[in-house]
């Protein structure tokens, strides 16, 4: 069958298309992504302003469309950190509905680390043995433990690159005095759930997802997605700690000329690195490795599982 996948993150609002059947690897057949950033059209009470829901409504009914054009039989709609935390989420859930048909399911930070966690252990098997997943969104950084396909243990942290750029970066370049209060800020974060994670082992395995550490791995060495999807990529906590100190000395537009980062993304990188570099430095990561399905991947996943026979 063909499904689609509507991801309203905190940066883009994105629909993946992809042939799906039971018992096979899902295909991505066509890839629909428009740039929202809605973690930045916030008011100053946390509500997703009239603007915002506006293009939100918009941007999925183009999405739809393409759906329908593409001969979707289904779409599993769902959104993230920036619905989830606004203020105003039911009315903009509501309005969503009313004006496109989508009943937006709004998932918890919890189950979007658990089913990033079960694309990551589809992708890498049973063999990769005890899997430490890290994943950093728009809007919050998400880890999960396991050696399952449920992970033993996992939590969303608003650690996400655009709110934390947002909230304490306001500088281009950021001004050295608040680069160092972010990374004190976020530390303290990661360290209050090291503890939780450390009592079941050392991981044999560590992984990462999103478009934060996938463009961290290119800028230190890692093969573009030119090569496709099968080439190992990694990235070392050496090279990410060499590299964050010229991020922070970089203004947007210098970053942009990196290689793999994003025009969109240049503004977040180095909030994102930050969160990177703390999470492997205290989860004791000397280095991980990319997996090209994430939370996508997972809800399509959890979908096929629960196809009757």
């Given at each position: 069958?063909?499904?689609?996948?509507?991801?309203?993150?905190?940066?883009?609002?994105?629909?993946?298309?992809?042939?799906?059947?039971?018992?096979?690897?899902p295909l991505p057949a066509h890839s629909h992504k428009a740039e929202l950033r809605l973690a930045e059209l916030l008011?100053?009470?946390?509500?997703?302003?009239?603007?915002?829901?506006?293009?939100?409504?918009?941007?999925?009914?183009?999405?739809?469309?393409?759906?329908?054009?593409?001969?979707?039989?289904?779409?599993?709609?769902?959104?993230?950190?920036?619905?989830?935390?606004?203020?105003?989420?039911?009315?903009?859930?509501?309005?969503?509905?009313?004006?496109?048909?989508?009943?937006?399911?709004?998932?918890?930070?919890?189950?979007?680390?658990?089913?990033?966690?079960?694309?990551?252990?589809?992708?890498?098997?049973?063999?990769?043995?005890?899997?430490?997943?890290?994943?950093?969104?728009?809007?919050?950084?998400?880890?999960?433990?396991?050696?399952?396909?449920?992970?033993?243990?996992?939590?969303?942290?608003?650690?996400?690159?655009?709110?934390?750029?947002?909230?304490?970066?306001?500088?281009?370049?950021?001004?050295?005095?608040?680069?160092?209060?972010?990374?004190?800020?976020?530390?303290?974060?990661?360290?209050?759930?090291?503890?939780?994670?450390?009592?079941?082992?050392?991981?044999?395995?560590?992984?990462?997802?999103?478009?934060?550490?996938?463009?961290?791995?290119?800028?230190?060495?890692?093969?573009?997605?030119?090569?496709?999807?099968?080439?190992?990529?990694?990235?070392?906590?050496?090279?990410?700690?060499?590299?964050?100190?010229?991020?922070?000395?970089?203004?947007?537009?210098?970053?942009?000329?990196?290689?793999?980062?994003?025009?969109?993304?240049?503004?977040?990188?180095?909030?994102?690195?930050?969160?990177?570099?703390?999470?492997?430095?205290?989860?004791?990561?000397?280095?991980?490795?990319?997996?090209?399905?994430?939370?996508?991947?997972?809800?399509?996943?959890?979908?096929?599982?629960?196809?009757?026979?």
């Amino acid at each position: 069958m063909r499904l689609g996948v509507l991801d309203v993150g905190s940066n883009t609002v994105h629909l993946l298309v992809m042939d799906a059947h039971p018992g096979a690897r899902p295909l991505p057949a066509h890839s629909h992504k428009a740039e929202l950033r809605l973690a930045e059209l916030l008011d100053a009470h946390g509500a997703v302003s009239d603007d915002g829901v506006e293009r939100l409504v918009t941007i999925i009914g183009d999405a739809l469309h393409t759906a329908e054009e593409k001969g979707c039989e289904d779409v599993l709609p769902f959104a993230t950190s920036a619905i989830r935390d606004a203020s105003n989420a039911d009315a903009v859930l509501q309005r969503v509905r009313e004006e496109t048909g989508i009943d937006l399911q709004v998932l918890s930070g919890e189950e979007e680390a658990r089913l990033t966690f079960l694309a990551a252990r589809r992708w890498f098997g049973w063999s990769a043995g005890r899997l430490l997943l890290l994943d950093i969104g728009g809007g919050s950084l998400e880890v999960a433990y396991g050696i399952d396909e449920e992970p033993d243990a996992a939590v969303s942290l608003p650690l996400g690159a655009g709110r934390l750029t947002a909230g304490w970066l306001p500088g281009d370049p950021p001004d050295p005095a608040d680069v160092k209060a972010l990374r004190r800020h976020v530390r303290a974060a990661i360290a209050r759930t090291v503890g939780e994670f450390a009592r079941f082992g050392k991981p044999d395995h560590v992984v990462a997802t999103s478009k934060t550490f996938k463009q961290l791995a290119r800028i230190a060495g890692a093969p573009g997605s030119g090569e496709g999807l099968y080439v190992e990529r990694v990235l070392s906590r050496a090279s990410l700690e060499g590299w964050v100190p010229k991020l922070a000395s970089m203004t947007a537009e210098q970053r942009r000329a990196l290689p793999g980062v994003s025009v969109g993304r240049a503004g977040q990188l180095l909030a994102g690195a930050l969160v990177a570099e703390g999470a492997m430095d205290l989860f004791g990561v000397d280095e991980l490795e990319i997996c090209p399905w994430a939370l996508r991947e997972g809800v399509i996943l959890r979908r096929l599982d629960h196809l009757p026979e």
